[in-house]
């Protein structure tokens, strides 16, 4: 089988950016068989466990024929169904900000922000009553994403809000100063995540997304900002708007319980 010029030029590519050669092979103003030749001498040097894509694994496996080591690591789905999942969470999440699907995106780029949107900050955002295609299911399953129940999740906020009460016992009382009780007491009764995004759009807005994270590593400052960020896109307007007695909208200054 002829291999096409364009697919040899993407596996360059690829293989440039995997294996950062020195020098990288040329892809602009070569010849076919020099390009051809220099995809080969790079594709000598991936070994197993380096992740290429469905693409450039068979350009490989078509000029290495066994020598070939980068077919075995292929994942069994491809870029195409991250590309289909990550817009069917962008329409079914109603993700803000979506995630982006450049023309030239990469499959461990896509793969890691289909990720962080699934399960932020520890929570797994997608629910079995989600409106996905059989195949999106699929991909899901094949990421090793589980789906939660509604209920399981607003189980687990619930909890986040428990304090748990102090025991009595009065020798324990007496070593303990008040400054240190207060403070405890304090940490205990500090609401989760999303109960804080909840609180902070009721009672602060209209606030944009932004100031929104503000607050929240101010509340948070032992939890990673990022993944508070994406919780924030899932939840705004989204998660609240479906699995809350009340909506948030974006009256132009910022977001606000709709009234």
Avoid: H
Avoid at 86 to 93: D, F, I, P, S, T
Avoid at 225 to 251: A, H
């Amino acid at each position: 089988m002829e291999i096409k010029r364009k697919d040899l030029i993407a596996a360059a590519k690829e293989l440039n950016e995997l294996l950062n050669p020195d020098p990288k092979i040329k892809i602009v103003a070569v010849k076919t068989d020099k390009l051809e030749a220099d995809v080969i001498s790079a594709g000598k040097l991936v070994e197993e466990g380096d992740k290429v894509s469905e693409a450039t694994a068979a350009v490989l496996k078509e000029l290495l024929g066994d020598e070939s080591d980068a077919a075995a690591d292929v994942p069994d789905f491809v870029l195409n169904d991250l590309i289909t999942l990550a817009g069917e969470m962008n329409k079914v999440m109603e993700l803000d900000p979506p995630i982006e699907i450049p023309d030239d995106v990469k499959f461990e780029s896509l793969e890691k922000e289909i990720k962080d949107n699934a399960v932020c900050d520890g929570i797994c955002e997608i629910y079995v009553t989600d409106d996905f295609t059989e195949d999106a299911w699929m991909t899901l399953d094949k990421l090793g994403i589980e789906a939660i129940d509604p209920d399981t999740a607003a189980k687990t906020e619930k909890e986040e809000k428990k304090t748990t009460p102090a025991k009595k016992d009065k020798t324990a009382a007496k070593k303990t100063t008040p400054a240190k009780k207060d403070k405890k007491d304090k940490a205990e009764k500090k609401p989760g995540v999303i109960a804080s995004i909840i609180n902070i759009v009721k009672t602060k807005g209209p606030i944009s997304k932004e100031d929104i994270l503000k607050e929240m590593v101010i509340l948070f400052p032992e939890r990673v900002e990022k993944s508070m960020k994406s919780t924030i896109g899932v939840q705004i307007p989204g998660r609240i708007n479906k699995d809350r007695d009340f909506d948030v909208v974006d009256n132009g200054k910022g977001w606000e319980v709709k009234k």
